[in-house]
């Protein structure tokens, strides 16, 4: 069994910035990709940032207007991934999820946190 938990979710105002956590627990085998999804009222889940372990590093991508406020980091030591979140603006309010395809013994699944709340208002 994984358990992916989430957390650094608050409220921020405008220019501000928030660092999200989200660590894996269970029996991993190995970690493949982590990610970070949005969802706001009334519209769908979003990718916001993926990192991917790699032979020559992690590789990383972001959601077009995220791009250059949000860093994506990820310690395989302790199978966490980090969003660093800065200069926030209103419309990057949303519940943040964090996601992970994990290998297991046997099997390889995709996974989610639960979600922390992100809100950017003066």
């Known amino acids: 069994q994984v358990l992916l938990v989430d957390s650094g979710g608050g409220l921020v105002q405008p220019g501000g910035s928030l660092r999200l956590s989200c660590s894996a627990s269970?029996?991993?085998?190995?970690?493949?990709?982590m990610a970070w999804y949005r969802q706001a009222p009334g519209k769908e889940r979003e990718l916001v940032a993926g990192?991917?372990?790699?032979?020559?590093?992690?590789?990383?991508n972001y959601q077009h207007s995220v791009n250059g406020r949000f860093t994506i980091s990820r310690d395989n030591a302790k199978n966490t991934v980090y969003l660093q979140m800065n200069s926030l603006k209103p419309e990057d309010a949303a519940v943040y999820y964090c996601?992970?395809?994990?290998?297991?013994?046997?099997?390889?699944?995709?996974?989610w946190g639960q979600g922390t709340q992100v809100t950017v208002s003066s």
């Open positions: 990192i991917t372990s790699g032979n020559s590093g992690d590789i990383t």
């Open positions: 269970g029996s991993i085998v190995y970690i493949n990709t």
């Open positions: 996601y992970a395809v994990i290998r297991t013994p046997g099997i390889t699944n995709a996974y």
